[in-house]
């Protein structure tokens, strides 16, 4: 989401860092990193952490681009949905379909959100990861999921256009 001096930040969801004694930034080239929680929000499910550019390679660096981001305010129903992340840890992976839903709220932990919501696969491990429109702007981070045997494919994303002030604290 930025760099800053000699760091690299990266947006999260607050639930995917709360209560750990470590993290660790894996890169789209394997290369692992130690990240420093930066600050949370528990009640808009944020995070970001930063790893310190020092601790990487130069050929890591240079494959890392700050996201450009999009306008979510702008979005409508049946807009293309690009979800990435690491779905069941397996690593990277990327699924796609429409925004099904705009400000639709959703309460998980007391926490009542309003989400967009879409039918591109959000799955364990797609948490925290970039909701992307067609012309790969982050519109979202990608946050919860519902789950019971009466529906498919209805995942949840925070909206860029509320994160971004949060994400900026």
Known sequence: IGQKNDEILIATNNHVVQNSNAVQVVFNDETKANASVRGTAPGSDLAVVSVKQSELKEGTINKIKVATLGD????????????????LGYGQSVTVGYISALNREVTVNNVTL???QTDAAINPGNSGGALLN????????????????????????????????????
């Open 72 to 87: 979510s305010g702008t979005l409508n129903l049946g807009d293309m949905a690009i979800a990435i992340g690491n779905a």
């Open 114 to 116: 309003k989400l967009l």
């Open 134 to 169: 067609s012309k790969g702007e982050v519109i979202g981070i990608n946050s919860v999921k519902y789950v019971d045997d009466s529906v498919e494919s209805i995942g949840y994303a925070i909206p860029i256009s509320d994160a971004i002030t949060v994400i900026n604290e």
